[in-house]
Nanobody, 123 residues
Framework: VQLQASGGGLVQAGGSLRLYCFAT????????MAWFRQVPGNEREFVAA????????HYLDSVNGRFTISRGNAKNSIFLQMNNLKPEDTAHYYC?????????????????WGQGTQVTVSS
């Protein structure tokens, strides 16, 4: 499975971005997927996860209510709608997939990773 993320960019505080991640090589429709983020010098941090069907989601407390994770119609892609962005959301965002339908916030539970996309929020 190869994951390709896009949609990052530079935005002012209070603005919005929509990240997109799609899978190639093998379908991930039966896999849980997630977004993580990382700032240089810090550990990679869980942001949001979604089950294989998209019926359940889970968020980092600080993004809950501002970010929304969803799956594409073919279930082979995910989105992250980010609203009311804050400077502390600035990071490199990575999408990930795991060989299970159930979601988890643990970085070690994910088997496949994309190259990420940079999000920069100016104050």
């Amino acid at each position: 499975v190869q994951l390709q993320a896009s949609g990052g960019g530079l935005v002012q505080a209070g603005g919005s971005l929509r990240l997109y991640c799609f899978a190639t090589g093998r379908t991930v429709k039966n896999y849980a997927m997630a977004w993580f983020r990382q700032v240089p010098g810090n550990e990679r941090e869980f942001v949001a996860a979604i089950t294989d069907t998209g019926s359940r989601t889970h968020y980092l407390d600080s993004v809950n209510g501002r970010f929304t994770i969803s799956r594409g119609n073919a279930k082979n892609s995910i989105f992250l709608q980010m609203n009311n962005l804050k400077p502390e959301d600035t990071a490199h965002y990575y999408c990930a997939a795991r060989d299970w339908a159930t979601m988890t916030p643990s970085i070690t539970d994910y088997d496949y990773w994309g190259q990420g996309t940079q999000v920069t929020v100016s104050s």
